[in-house]
């Protein structure tokens, strides 16, 4: 059916793809959000911050 090298290149191809699904699983579900939710995190701490310093001035 399949020559060594050929079975090696198909494992190969098969490691490949089973890394690339984890990354992509893994970057999905944790990596995105928290990124996401760290970028909305700073927003709202500079509108409070805006807030603040317009009541100070006034």
């Given amino acids: 059916m399949f020559e060594f090298?050929?079975?090696l290149g198909f494992l190969a191809f098969l490691s490949i793809l089973t890394l690339?699904?984890?990354?992509?699983i893994f970057l999905v579900t944790f990596v995105v959000p928290f990124w996401i939710?760290?970028?909305l995190l700073e927003r709202f701490k500079e509108m409070k911050e805006e807030k603040?310093?317009?009541?100070e001035a006034l």
Avoid: I, S
């Fill in 37 to 39: 939710g760290g970028a």
């Fill in 52 to 55: 603040k310093a317009r009541r």
């Fill in 20 to 24: 690339g699904f984890w990354l992509m």
């Fill in 5 to 7: 090298d050929q079975y």
